[in-house]
């Protein structure tokens, strides 16, 4: 379980689409939202989209691995379409908030890996969360305040990068995905090889 969180506005989208696309082993987790559809966004893919009434049936039904608040919406890991796959030892990717990664963190802390973006300074996030759109100074306060909120918990992770260059960050995840994966307790079918090269 492979966690990368940020603020946004870090690059933290951009790094999971290159991690994606660059390692065929592992796959996107896509947490549920209620937060309504962006203009591009795509059902099934960059999340899956509810209503209330749904979400809550799911918390009903204990169908999340992890579920916050985030930004006035609800978001969740949901348990259904990955957990078989988990135990089979698929990597997944979580593009998710401290708080889901609290959670997460807690229940297994053997096979989370906790990695945290930072923007190289507050002038360039602002200047990244300017650039997005026709957002009013107000909504752009708004984000730059949730974005400080979000920088606070920087300490609860393993690993922390700064994006000051897309691919040198993206290199620097990549290499930090493929160490954690030669963890000895995280290869599976170790003992018996080991034990046929000894015999
Ligand atoms: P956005 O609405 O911009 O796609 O995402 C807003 C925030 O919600 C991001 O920080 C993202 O990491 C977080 N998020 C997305 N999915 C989940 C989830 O399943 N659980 C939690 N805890 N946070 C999530």
């Not at 204990?62 to 608040?69: S, V």
């Not at 988990?86 to 401290?98: P, R, T, Y």
């Not at 290499?175 to 080991?194: C, N």
Request: aromatic content about 10%; proline content about 4%.
């Amino acid at each position: 379980m492979f966690i990368l969180s940020s603020p946004s506005g870090a690059g933290k989208t951009t790094i999971s689409r290159m991690l994606l696309d660059a390692d065929s082993e592992i796959k996107l987790s896509v947490s549920v939202t209620t937060r309504p559809m962006r203009p591009g966004e795509t059902e099934g893919v960059h999340y899956h989209f509810v209503d209330d009434a749904e979400f809550d049936r799911m918390v009903g039904v204990d169908d999340f691995y992890e579920w916050a608040h985030v930004f006035g919406h609800r978001y969740g890991t949901p348990k259904g379409r990955i957990r078989g796959a988990l135990k089979q030892g698929q990597d997944f990717l979580f593009d998710i908030d401290w708080q889901g990664t609290q959670q997460l963190f807690q229940k297994d802390q053997q096979d989370v890996v906790r990695v945290f973006i930072l923007p190289p300074s507050i002038e360039e996030l602002r200047r990244r969360l300017e650039s997005r759109g026709t957002d009013s100074p107000e909504v752009i306060e708004g984000r730059m305040e949730r974005a400080r909120a979000e920088i606070s918990h920087w300490d609860a992770y393993d690993y922390v990068v700064i994006n000051d260059d897309v691919d040198a960050c993206f290199a620097k995840v990549a290499e930090i995905l493929h160490a954690e994966r030669m963890k000895r307790q995280r290869q599976t079918g170790l003992i018996p090889f080991v034990r046929e090269l000894m015999g």
